[in-house]
């Protein structure tokens, strides 16, 4: 059900095969009772539409052709894709939409400077973006550098990863998406709430309309949930 | 490896919303320690399925152009200020490397036995994360917490009522927990610890030290 909400985008730049107004779209979101929250400021700016069949795995490929070739038709398809969703990001976070569209735009241009660190071996597209994203958020919050650079790391360019060794990589990033479907669409807010839109408990309980003991426990047994579902490390 | 982050930490981590300061101490055990830094890929995953999953925000028309129009621009890199290490490190002791962009201070006297230096200038004094260097047996001085410490051991081990951690391993004690950490019997201990939140040294000597460390 994630799965399919997921499918849903900006249509600008990319071939849709239907366009959902906002209405139709807030429906849908209400009906799988995740209606109950809004996110101040995005909605008007909002078109939406079903996504055309991409794989992860193609914008992959887009990724790689711009570390061997600076292809500039590659990288328009990427920021077609993520930069609205960068964007959302951030404004999910509470940034203002300016500097959510000015942090957007750096991201994207990290992406391209940054392409050839980029290993499929190591993370999908959307898993690389996200953490540069994330980087670059914690950057202009803070002033101060994420120490968390392990995907921006120099990796040998010439050494290909096996066939099996990409199989065993995406495995482990489909072991994490199976994971991240089968929790409740309450248990999912929860964690998007507290740990990607870094929201502090009493807020959440306001959004969401809880008492604060309900939100750390729905909190606590989804982080549990998670952990039985990939297994200890 | 037995004393590892709980999923909770680990999580944050990826997500980008742990303290600056827990982060860095996170990121030195991450390199040290396999298990650990394949649960962040895990976590970071599914922070790139958030970030497909988030209602998208349009952007502004003209933004692709933009950005075309930077792209061949060479990027004017911030030029990485000259960090120094001034703590001499017993030999054999390679820091982790996630210290590497970091201002590290000269040891300084913190009580008999123990001596600290601190790292990097960002922050408020009281959160910034330091180096611990205990003789043999020495007690690290009491404290109690009204926020979280987080103390990774580099060298040595050190043992609390609790347990017994080896280098690599992250202890984290909240604020329900007044531990009283000890470096092992044979070797000298060197710890890398910050406090996420208030930190109160508890002891008489802690009291005397607290304004000289600035909490």
């Known amino acids: 059900m994630l799965i399919r909400l997921r499918r849903i985008c900006v249509l600008s730049g990319m071939n849709g095969l239907a366009t959902f107004t906002f209405g139709d779209f807030h429906r849908i979101w209400q009906r799988f009772g995740r209606g109950r929250f809004s996110y101040a400021g995005t ?29 500039k038709a590659a990288f328009a398809e990427l920021f077609g894709y993520y930069a609205p969703r960068i964007k959302g990001f951030f404004m999910r976070g509470g940034m203002a939409p300016g500097q959510a569209e000015e942090l957007a735009q750096e991201t994207m241009l990290m992406l391209w400077r940054k392409a050839y660190l980029f290993d499929p071996a190591k993370a999908s597209a959307s898993t690389w973006i996200f953490t540069i ?6 950057d202009a919050i803070r002033r ?29 990033e489909t ?10 669409p309450e248990q999912m807010s929860v964690i998007q709430l507290h740990y990607f839109d870094d929201k502090p408990h009493s807020e959440i309980a306001r959004t969401l309309d809880l008492p604060l003991g309900t939100v750390k426990s729905r909190l606590r047994l989804a982080m549990q949930h998670l952990r039985n579902l990939l297994g200890e490390e | 490896m037995t004393h ?10 990826a997500a980008g919303s742990l303290a600056q300061g827990a982060a860095l101490v996170v990121a030195a055990h991450l390199s040290l320690c396999p298990d650990s830094a394949e649960r962040v890929r895990q976590f970071e995953a599914a922070g790139g399925m958030a970030l497909e999953d988030v209602p998208v925000a349009e952007m502004a ?36 490397s996630p210290l590497e962009q970091y201002d590290i201070g000269k040891w300084k006297f913190l009580a008999p036995g123990v001596q600290w230096s601190s790292i990097g200038r960002g ?13 043999p047996g020495m007690v690290l001085p009491e404290h109690t917490h009204r926020g979280v410490e987080y ?12 347990g017994d951690y080896y280098p690599g391993d992250l202890v984290v004690a909240d604020a329900s927990l007044e531990h009283e950490p000890k470096a092992g019997p044979d070797d000298e201990c060197i710890c890398l610890a910050v406090v996420d939140g208030r930190l109160q040294l508890k002891s008489v000597l802690g009291r005397l030290v607290q304004p000289l460390l600035g909490f």
């Open chain 1, 43 to 71: 909605k008007p700016a909002i078109r939406r539409t079903v996504q055309t069949m991409t794989g992860p795995a193609d914008y992959s490929a887009k990724i790689l052709r711009i570390a061997q070739r600076s292809d």
């Open chain 1, 133 to 138: 994203a994330r980087n670059l958020r914690v």
């Open chain 1, 144 to 172: 101060e550098r994420y120490p968390a650079a392990h995907l921006m790391e120099e990796h040998e360019p010439d050494f290909e990863p096996s066939p099996s060794e990409m199989l065993l990589r995406l495995e482990g």
């Open chain 1, 175 to 184: 072991l994490v998406r199976t994971a991240m479907q089968k929790l409740s």
């Open chain 2, 4 to 13: 590892r982050p709980s999923d909770e930490i680990l999580m944050a981590y």
């Open chain 2, 61 to 96: 028309a003209d933004a692709l152009e933009q950005v075309l129009a930077r792209l061949d621009t060479p990027s004017s890199l911030p030029v990485m200020p000259q960090v120094r290490h001034l703590a001499a490190m017993p030999d054999g002791l390679v820091l982790p």
């Open chain 2, 123 to 135: 922050g408020a004094p009281r959160n910034r994360p330091m180096l611990l260097r205990a003789k």
């Open chain 2, 151 to 162: 103390t990774l051991v580099l060298k040595g081990t050190l043992h609390d009522a609790l």
